[in-house]
């Protein structure tokens, strides 16, 4: 009996060694044909959501990432957030080599920790994060944790991919739902169903992904259409006692509301001084300006993660007192000053991105800052109430033309924001060259006049830059970006709700002119604007998007030398697309060639077949502005 019990005693440390031994994620068992444009492999992630009740949550994660190359290195870093209701445990890390070889373990120090805005104390949110790398590639990095979520509004949006160029070998997500929650979940860029298992108690969800190939870039694409995604949310919602439903957006809508009720009260001697301000008004639009303008002058911007303070905002009291508050909190102080102006307002939820993409079909949280909008017939007033620069009804890239939430008391309802008209985006460019007596460099002088979105970019780096930043903000504006500034200067708008700026330039330019003889050939179309002709891609699978629209008009006046006179001039070119149009035109004006260039671009979305065309609109654009003037010397 003893030597049984010996045997099985060895064969059981036998067995440990080798399991302590025994190689993890190998290199030499990832697929070839996974390597392919690849810098990482997601090797196993391994993703399961436990949904307990209507307020909690609990995911269990184990995610094994190769790092093929140097570029690949982000993809085996750590990051994640955890506040109050979001708790981060059993947190370990490892580094494994080609061979699958453990190298070492993540230290606990190596997960730095930092608040979200540790200098105010503003916040219970922290970032973890680690960046663990090998000094030999391949190597292979393996995250396992846990997360208690009591924050109903962020449910799991799972993505096996996450980057560009990064295959995924296996990826799971594994959602267990009690029947008398509910669950719902939305596939995104994939035909992958779930597997689901059902019993009395509860319904199992699995999805699995396994040999996705990497993904490559493709020009004017929107970023989410790239990636296979499975959005997921809840029924039912219990925050914080505060209960509501997602069956629908006027349900959203009613929670949120709920959740910020009651909170619009200021004091006598601000409501005394908005009625002041607004008593010679004749229209609405006048009153909203005025009570806008002031917000700006007295508040500024803080992010507010504290508690439920994420979700809830400061009363309007407080900001009056202390001049400051978040997205939320400054929403609903503007709109607690407009009631005391009688002019009635509604806060909107909105995802502030530069190329956001809302499934409207899908109720679930997918905001990430708030707004204000005032009805005005219509004229429906929007304002941004982040901004001290911000212009009055000015929605800039990073909100306009999306879905959103309007709320209401009596519910949520999704509406549009204000789509770009192309006149609201101008830049118009009078350009005089001066042509060299010898040799081939140009003396340029430029007035830029900028309208729209990048007047309001000059804004902020006129406020917010030092002059440094500012001639490189100035050098990739100019056409040609490789001339030579030797002096600009910047003018903002003189009142801030006039979304004009002004740029003027000095500089040179070694290229544009060549000699042969006596003829002169000068390209003037080289101070237009610059077309850059993106790569063919004939199995390209994501639309071709252009999210806002444009209108250059570029005046180029070529000082004709003395000596010289015109001998031959391109003929006009006209190029029209659904994509936009593009118009040339030369004439003579006394001592000055004139040559005027216009580029329409138009905000639109195309299906992936027609992104031949694209590139063909834009090889024509450049084409024309490559034509040739003919200075002949008598």
Request: hydrophobic share 35%; net charge neutral.
């Amino acid at each position: 009996m003893k030597k049984i019990f010996l045997f099985i005693a060895l064969v059981s440390i036998k067995l440990s060694l080798f399991a302590i031994d025994a190689p993890k994620y190998p290199v030499n068992q990832i697929p070839e044909a996974l390597l392919k444009d690849a810098d990482a492999i997601v090797r196993n992630y391994q993703y399961v959501c436990q949904i307990i009740n209507a307020e909690q949550h609990n995911i269990n994660i184990e995610n094994a990432t190769t790092i093929l190359n140097e570029n690949g290195n982000k993809q085996g870093f750590f990051y994640e957030m955890h506040d109050r209701f979001r708790k981060i445990d059993n947190l370990q890390g490892a580094i494994y080599d080609a061979n699958g070889k453990l190298i070492r373990k993540l230290k606990k120090t190596e997960f730095e920790e930092r608040s979200l805005n540790p200098d105010d104390g503003t916040s219970d949110s922290y970032r973890v994060w680690a960046t663990p790398m090998y000094g030999s590639y391949p190597y292979t990095v393996v995250y396992t944790y846990t997360v208690s979520n009591k924050n109903p509004l962020w449910y799991p949006a799972f993505m096996p991919q996450r980057h560009l160029r990064t295959a995924v070998q296996t990826a799971q997500l594994k959602v267990v739902a009690p029947n008398k929650n509910g669950f719902r979940y939305k596939t995104i860029n994939t035909a992958i169903e779930p597997q689901i298992e059902k019993n009395k108690e509860e319904q199992v969800f699995v999805w699995t992904f396994t040999n996705l190939p990497a993904i490559l870039a493709e020009p004017w694409a929107n970023n989410n259409d790239y990636f296979p995604t499975i959005l997921t949310a809840p029924n039912l919602i219990d925050f914080e006692d505060y209960k509501g439903s997602l069956a629908s957006w006027k349900d959203f809508g009613l929670f949120f509301y709920h959740l910020n009720e009651n909170r619009l009260d200021l004091p006598d001697a601000t409501t005394s001084a908005i009625k002041n301000l607004v008593a010679n008004t004749n229209t609405i639009a006048e009153k909203v300006q005025l009570v806008y303008n002031y917000m700006q002058d007295k508040t500024r911007y803080i992010s507010i993660q504290l508690g439920i303070g994420g979700w809830q905002c400061f009363a309007a009291d407080n900001v009056d007192k202390n001049g400051y508050g978040d997205c939320k909190a400054l929403s609903n102080y503007t709109k607690a000053l407009l009631k005391a102006a009688d002019v009635d307002a509604s806060v909107v939820l909105i995802n502030a991105e530069s190329d956001p993409t809302m499934f409207p079909d899908f109720v679930s949280n997918q905001f990430n800052h708030v707004v204000l909008c005032v009805p005005n017939n219509a004229d429906t007033i929007w304002l941004e109430c982040t901004s001290q620069i911000a212009p009055f009804n000015f929605m800039g890239d990073f909100t306009n033309n999306r879905y959103a939430l309007l709320v209401k008391p009596t519910g949520g309802e999704l509406v549009r924001t204000p789509t770009p008209k192309l006149n609201d985006n101008v830049t118009t460019t009078t350009t005089t060259v001066q042509l060299p007596t010898e040799g081939v460099t140009l003396t340029v002088e430029s007035e830029i006049v900028l309208q729209g979105e990048l007047a309001y970019e000059l804004i902020q780096m006129h406020k917010f830059s030092d002059r440094k930043e500012q001639e490189k903000w100035v050098q990739r504006l100019i056409n040609p970006s490789d001339s030579r500034i030797e002096t600009f200067t910047i003018k903002p708008p003189e009142n801030r709700n006039n979304l004009n700026g002004l740029i003027k330039t000095k500089s040179t330019l070694g290229r544009g002119v060549t000699r042969a003889g006596k003829r002169l050939f000068v390209t003037p179309g080289v101070f237009s604007v610059i077309v850059e002709i993106p790569e063919a891609a004939p199995n390209r699978k994501t639309s071709v998007v252009i999210s806002q629209p444009g209108l250059y008009v570029d005046t180029v006046q070529i000082v004709i030398p003395a000596g010289y006179s015109i001998e031959k001039l391109p003929e006009t070119v006209k190029i029209e697309s659904v994509f936009g149009q593009y118009n040339s035109t030369y004439k003579a004006n006394g001592k000055y060639l004139q040559c005027i260039y216009s580029l329409q671009i138009n905000a639109t979305q195309q299906p992936s077949s027609t992104y031949s065309n694209f590139r063909q609109f834009l090889t024509d654009i450049r084409k024309a502005n490559n034509k040739q003037i003919s200075l002949l010397e008598q």
